[in-house]
């Protein structure tokens, strides 16, 4: 496995790589969710790079940029362990020299949810993805549904772009109890890591509701939010019934419909969805 | 020579061309000008692509995107003769779809000379220029230097973006009498046509006062005015003597400086340039 440091060592390695190459974007500290989207390239692409690279440009001014978590030798030995052939860590120098000012924007779809809690947050996203995929140049590149947002936000981009690649969307992957698997798990203390059950519970809940014939948004969302109501270390910021496709909000559900939400339990916001189908 | 009128046809036609493909992007109604790009791709690639695209997202609300001059039967002869493989004429609904919102972007540079006079406009051609390059997949693209500002937009994008491409500038090309050649001369009287050299004149004036010791720019810009002023059709827009890297206006001249002009005659807004070394 090797380790490459700079954007120009990156693009000669890529021609030392064979045949296509599947790319999974990380910010590090990783985790079974990001080992699933190595694991996944692996079967489908002869070579695989990852990189890693805490974005500073999707994180507000009052965000956890800083204290982001990092462990890299831990990362390297498991990506090692996964059969990565490259991992690719740019300097923030070389990323973003300090005369940087070319962005990838996009309206409406970027205004809603996590984009209208965080502004400029999926301005980062897009021009750091875009800057990855013309770096490695992948045939396929790895993203995990949790960001479900995300995801929807980089496939318009490279459709829209007409940029030469595939997104491909897996599974979020989760903790026996139910949690969804992400590197800001770390921040919660063992009573917070108890009450953050209570999102997939109330996902799990809605899916019932949906599978029992209800089809009013507003019902479900207030029965979910009665739910998470009753643990008294959750606070909601946002519960969504939405278009999958455009984000859109839904009165009457029709499928398919992300259902999302952000809670924060302690210090972090923790992201969780599935999609009625 | 191929004509190309769809996306996915033109993404299919690219692994036909062989070895390296040098791109030309044009919206039409051609001129020496572009023909001296197309002839510099030839020589520089074994494969040549001019596209050919009045793009609307570049033009403001009160702009002449409707009436922008186009005569394809030609354009297509002119290309023939000059020795181009393909020519590519996507179809707006397939460049901008319905819900078409992915944009490349810039601040500073963009928000000066033609970006202060067209807002937007750079945001166009970042974007279109971005997608011609996703889908065409040049090794270098050929620009003209009559557009200065869209040039270093362009370098600067490809730079800042890791683009996997060389931009190639071309000199600008001029009428015997100095008119520097655009599609929208067509546009000019026979009067205004005559009034037009004085963009060129008062360029050359710049550079016999750069050349005999003036350094001050405001002198400069001033000896210009006065000799445009005496033309009574043309009405000075804008003229500029600006670092040739940002496009910082410069009080004391060092080089390499942009001189760099709007003028309108008539119809038109006119552009030219020289720059200082």
């Not at 090692?80 to 490259?86: I, S």
């Not at 599978?211 to 959750?234: H, S, V, Y």
Request: glycine share 6%; charged share 25%; aromatic share 6%.
């Amino acid at each position: 496995m090797k380790v490459i440091e700079s954007i120009t060592g990156m693009k000669q390695a890529r021609w030392g790589l064979s045949g296509p190459v599947g790319l999974v974007p990380t910010m590090g500290y990783l985790h079974e969710g990001h080992i699933s989207l190595v694991r996944r390239a692996k079967k489908e692409n002869p070579s695989v790079v990852v990189s890693i690279f805490v974005n500073p440009t999707q994180f507000g001014p009052k965000e956890d940029f800083k204290k982001y978590p990092r462990d890299l030798p831990r990362d390297l030995a498991l990506l090692e362990q996964a059969g990565t052939d490259v991992v690719f860590i740019p300097p923030d120098a070389e990323m973003y020299p300090s005369d940087y000012n070319t962005w990838v924007d996009m309206e409406k779809i970027t205004g809603r949810l996590e984009g209208a809690a965080r502004p400029g947050h999926f301005r980062g996203v897009a021009t750091v993805c875009n800057k990855l995929f013309n770096i490695v140049e992948p045939a396929k590149a790895y993203f995990g549904q949790k960001d479900a947002q995300q995801v929807l936000v980089i496939q318009k981009m490279v459709k829209e772009l007409n940029m030469n690649l595939e997104i491909v969307v897996c599974p979020i992957i989760r903790e026996p109890d139910g949690l969804a698997m992400s590197s800001r798990n770390t921040y919660l203390k063992p009573d917070e890591r108890q009450a953050a059950t209570v999102l997939y519970r109330s996902l799990q809940l809605a899916q019932k509701l949906y599978d029992d014939g209800e089809r009013d948004a507003g019902k479900i969302r207030r029965q979910m939010t009665a739910l998470i109501q009753k643990e008294p270390l959750a606070h909601i910021e946002y519960i969504s019934i939405a278009d999958a496709a455009n984000l859109e909000e839904q009165d009457k559900i029709v499928t398919p419909a992300l259902v999302s939400m952000v809670v924060k339990i302690g210090l972090p916001r923790l992201l969780d969805n599935i999609i009625l189908k």
